[in-house]
Nanobody, 115 residues
Framework: QVQLVESGGGLVQPGGSLRLSCAAS????????MGWYRQAPGKQRELVAY???????YYADSVKGRFTISRDNAKNTVYLQMNSLKPEDTAVYYC?????????WGQGTQVTVSS
């Protein structure tokens, strides 16, 4: 069983940057592909990016070139570096396994992009 805790969200102006962190408990973390997901008000949760155990990465078209996912297995942590943020990036951001598991959703971290 892995427990995930997201942090690093906040209020940022358009064009700004944030770095999200997802700390995982349990040594099984390193055997999973991990993803970042987000849910904007009134919308379905969507996949933003994922990283495999071999550190291959995938990005949704909407964030490609602006966001970078990475992982530090020694720290059991997955990161999402978000640059050139736009108002449409406003959402609650969650990490989870990839593909996502219903048992692993955390509370998420709110990202608000607004002037």
């Amino acid at each position: 069983q892995v427990q995930l805790v997201e942090s690093g969200g906040g209020l940022v102006q358009p064009g700004g940057s944030l770095r999200l962190s997802c700390a995982a408990s349990g040594s099984a973390f390193r055997i999973y592909a991990m993803g970042w997901y987000r849910q904007a008000p009134g919308k379905q949760r969507e996949l933003v990016a994922y990283i495999t155990t071999g550190r291959s990465t995938y990005y949704a078209d909407s964030v490609k070139g602006r966001f970078t996912i990475s992982r530090d297995n020694a720290k059991n942590t997955v990161y999402l570096q978000m640059n050139s943020l736009k108002p449409e990036d406003t959402a609650v951001y969650y990490c989870n396994k990839f593909p996502a598991s219903a048992n692993y959703w955390g509370q998420g971290t709110q990202v608000t992009v607004s002037s």
